[in-house]
T-cell receptor
């Protein structure tokens, strides 16, 4: 069974600074995908970034990068130059490519960006 | 158009009512999902439809009945719900439901059962 762990219930960061949100996972599958989603107070889940288990390079999407350490089973999200609009709930999620192929989410981290 | 549209945005219903949640996408996606999210919790998968066929049912109680009339539409029929079913119900879609495809989510229906 898959498991996603986010150990930081809440984080604060100053505007324009970088922040790292932690995510560890556990799976026996060799092929899987890791995702980060942002959920503002409006409720919509917004896709941020994806990392495949066979990708050798860390994924980047604009100000978002994923620090993928396969041996340690971690997939931390790094947000550079934080903006006030980054304040939201952030979920790490995993999809296994061999079984259910549905996303399993971690418990989330609430990020608050301070001016 | 990269939107998943959910209606209604808010719904209040009694335990004896029958209501339906609607989800629509026009991105040509062939996989559609229902997730349930309780306050301050992560979304939990309920159902997955792939090519209009139910492929995953996460042991959801029968008072929740999904329906996929065509590739663009996904409904969730509600009957005899309990107060503990109050939650945000999120619909999502993806191209074919495989590998690296991201899920596109709607804004959800906030359901309150009285």
């Amino acid at each position: 069974a898959q498991k996603i762990t986010q150990t930081q219930p809440g984080m604060f960061v100053q505007e324009k600074e970088a922040v790292t949100l932690d995510c560890t996972y556990d799976t026996s599958d060799q092929s899987y995908g890791l995702f980060w989603y942002k959920q503002p107070s409006s409720g919509e889940m917004i896709f941020l970034i994806y990392q495949g288990s066979y990708d050798e390079q860390n994924a980047t999407e604009g100000r978002y990068s994923l620090n993928f350490q396969k041996a340690r089973k971690s997939a931390n999200l790094v947000i550079s130059a934080s903006q006030l609009g980054d304040s939201a709930m952030y979920f790490c999620a995993m999809r296994d490519d061999t079984g259910r192929r549905a996303l399993t989410f971690g418990s989330g981290t609430r990020l608050q960006v301070q001016p | 158009d990269t939107e998943v549209t959910q209606t209604p945005k808010h719904l209040v219903m009694g335990m004896t009512n029958k209501k339906s949640l609607k989800c629509e996408q026009h991105m040509g996606h062939r996989a559609m999902y229902w997730y349930k999210q309780k306050a301050k919790k992560p979304p939990e998968l309920m159902f997955v439809y792939s090519y209009e066929k139910l492929s995953i049912n996460e042991s959801v109680p029968s008072r929740f009945s999904p329906e996929c009339p065509n590739s663009s539409l996904l409904n969730l029929h509600l009957h005899a719900l309990q107060p503990e079913d109050s939650a945000l119900y999120l619909c999502a879609s993806s191209h074919r439901g495989v590998g690296d495809e991201k899920l596109f989510f709607g804004s959800g229906t906030q359901l309150s059962v009285l």
